[in-house]
């Protein structure tokens, strides 16, 4: 679909022609934006020049922060004002955030007083947290309203919200207190009034919260949109489902690249010096630990010096410890992220269930792994230590892949950071030092 | 909250006081839902006992298959039948679909006609199809009524949809054509026809669709709910975005731990016999994978017994190598997943982008390691071989990180699926063959 959309804007802005452009008419703005995004930014600004104001704030919303502000920049102040008008207010101020604050403050001040205000409480919110990704188009009316006189409201500002099946209600005191489904409404006789439509279990946030946490509750409670408040149980705005859908993505792609040591905006279109810049300092952290690795061999260096083999049989000892943390960790982790796991007193239950299984998966596997080596090497004590080593590596590793996120989040820090590169190196360091020291003790059957 | 709720049902269940049970009334069904699975399975029908059937269908959409059917299995038919009378056929289809083929075939029969047809069609769907994940109540109007005829309409069907805000529109062929927003309806003169205030531009799926791709669609195009129509246009049903919520986590659960080699049903709670039967297959795959390093290792035992130093170095080629390459593989498997990377013309501009990032890096991090060697172990050749050795290793690593997620996809499998597992394999075995032959090729400098 966006080839063909691609096609005629390349013979546009390559032959000129330019009767029957009705690209805005026929297509979704979501497709418009990615074909924008694919072409070189003085084509991207020249088809921008054949959109109107309203087409222009339609596409945008969809584009990515350096494309808006490109397209931003190289329009007038009122021409940007007017393009904002037909913007909802959460994505202005995606957009504002991103502008120098020399031309932030010129749009502000030229803007009307109100709108102005809002924006700017706006910008004041972290922009990960719930007041930073909250909008203000929505429809909040008093309890005494009757069904008609509510209806009347709707349409009147209907056309200017985001969401309009459910209406917001707030008593004398401002203060929000319920919600009303526009299905009710409909149905409802003329003169009924809001109060006797409204369902008071009322699930909302505050503008500090996080919006990880936010996702969470549109998800579990299965809303369109959540209502923010402040202390005074004022309503401050809406945070709608399609952001919630992004923040999830955005939390997910940032769970699976901390975990391995990814800066959380590296994504495969990122420039090479920026990718070289945020990878090399977890990669020399890795380096770090790599050292503590080797310094741990380097321990038993005269071991392997007499019995060489067991440097042959290291990488299976760190392989299998690394990957089988890697389970553990991953279930973990999504666990965490997706609320099923907390620290309480049930806790100690799962550490024994890790304990059991890693008990379980390393004999098999270090049982199975000894006889293949007692076979290939003719000494059962190299098998009887690659089948202890490997249970208790195992072991540790599925004890690791647990405690490592669980620690993280205690000291506050994000679980899946890094915990990938401190995973390995605790496996390979209880791994080799339980191997080769196992080798150091029976090293008289092994010579 | 929910601890408050759980109190409460505990103080019943152990002393049963039961005035002022109104646990529906003050909660939210999910709320409620979550404390349920918390308690014993006893405990949990005893509290089910005391809800009537449209309570009993609030809850149980919001509970796991296993409760589920455990509760619709300690009901009668047709009290099972009044239960699902008050849910959406999609959470009816879900449940169906757990349950005996005898229990089931039973339930159907003794629906009504209509009903049971409905739900055979939906049973017949992949479910993890859009089909298998649409659900039957939509508002669907002809496109010649009026806005007062429609309004009528809505009035009457509204409370038994999931969606209200957008109205689905067909032909007189039953063709869907368009939609319109129940915004525009509200504020439209009385005799206007609905297909004056239709938009045209539809974003549909069919139920063949993979539910990956449906999510993809209602978060590109910011939908709240996306239309399912067969080959002759005649619509089926409708995505609600609270699915594709759900669709949208189960598949970033899948990616993370198929990426570990875990079964993406596991889950933190799972049972230690089904982690054990779960895990233990691709941990004897990883196994297989850690001979083949150490048969590679073996090639150079030789080397090794002349220089044991160079066992003690190999951990850090091992480690940096794979966590180079677990870097790149996240980056790319989320770029998949977000749809940011497909095989095209200019694919091969991003495999010279990790080719360069792999070689900056990798002489970086080579050459910091190679000095400190130097100085630990006085002898530059020892240096100069972990310099090449890492560079090469880091190079290659950041190859099959992007290499490796991308042929599963063109072999159509799961990009995700067990591919660090592949990875690490990948860079243990060229890492230590580069290492251990270079030093070999060296050797008469390293004695």
């Known amino acids: 679909m966006t080839e063909k959309i691609k096609e005629e804007m390349l013979q546009f802005i390559n032959e000129g022609i330019s009767d029957n452009i009705s690209w805005m008419e026929d297509n979704h703005p979501a497709d418009i934006a990615e074909v924008l995004s694919e072409l070189k930014p003085e084509n991207m600004l020249e088809i921008i020049s054949l959109l109107d104001n309203q087409e222009i704030a339609q596409v945008i919303e969809h584009l990515d922060q350096e494309l808006q502000k490109e397209i931003i920049t190289s329009k007038e102040i009122d021409e940007i004002i007017d393009i904002f008008s037909y913007m909802s207010k959460d994505n202005i101020t995606d957009i504002l955030g991103n502008l120098s604050v020399d031309l932030r403050e010129k749009l502000l001040n030229q803007m ?138 955005e939390e997910n792609t940032e769970d699976m690249l901390r975990m391995a040591g990814v800066h959380e905006e590296e994504s495969i279109d990122s420039p090479l010096k920026k990718s070289v810049i945020r990878r090399l300092p977890w990669l020399f952290i890795n380096l770090f630990t790599a050292f503590l690795v080797s310094m741990t061999v380097s321990l038993f260096e005269e071991v392997i010096q007499q019995v060489v083999v067991l440097a042959v049989m290291m990488p299976i000892v760190a392989m299998m410890g690394g990957n089988a943390g890697n389970q553990t960790l991953s279930v973990v982790i999504r666990g965490i992220a997706l609320g099923e796991l907390t620290l309480n007193k049930e806790s100690w239950k799962l550490i024994i269930k890790q304990i059991v299984l890693g008990l379980i998966n390393g004999a098999v596997l270090g049982l199975f792994t000894g006889i293949v080596l007692y076979f290939v090497y003719g000494n059962p004590y190299l098998g009887l230590i690659i089948f202890l080593a490997m249970t208790v590596n195992i072991l540790i590793a599925g004890l690791f892949g647990f405690l490592i996120p669980l620690g993280l989040k205690v000291l506050g820090v994000d679980p899946a950071m890094a915990s990938a590169i401190f995973l390995t190196t605790a496996t390979d360091i209880f791994g080799f030092f339980v191997f080769l020291w196992l080798a150091k003790v029976f090293i008289n059957y092994l010579v």
Chains 1, 2 share one sequence.
Not at 123 to 145: C, N, P, R, V
């Open 112 to 249: 009307k007083h109100g709108e102005a205000q809002i924006l700017r409480n706006l910008l004041g919110y972290e922009i990960d947290s719930a007041g930073g990704i909250m909008t203000t188009e929505y429809i909040l009316l008093k309890e005494t309203l009757t069904k008609k006189e509510a209806l009347e409201k709707i349409k009147e500002i209907g056309p200017r919200t985001e969401v309009i099946d459910i209406i917001y209600i707030n008593n004398d005191k401002k203060e929000l207190v319920g919600t009303v489904d526009l299905r009710d409404i409909l149905s409802a006789p003329d003169d009924t009034i809001l109060a006797e439509l409204m369902d008071e279990n009322l699930i909302y946030v505050t503008p500090e919260m996080d919006q990880e946490k936010v996702a969470y509750l549109v998800a579990k409670y299965d809303l369109t949109a959540i209502p923010v408040i402040n202390k005074n149980k004022v309503m401050l705005g809406i945070i709608t489902v399609d952001d919630v859908i992004d923040v999830i993505e």
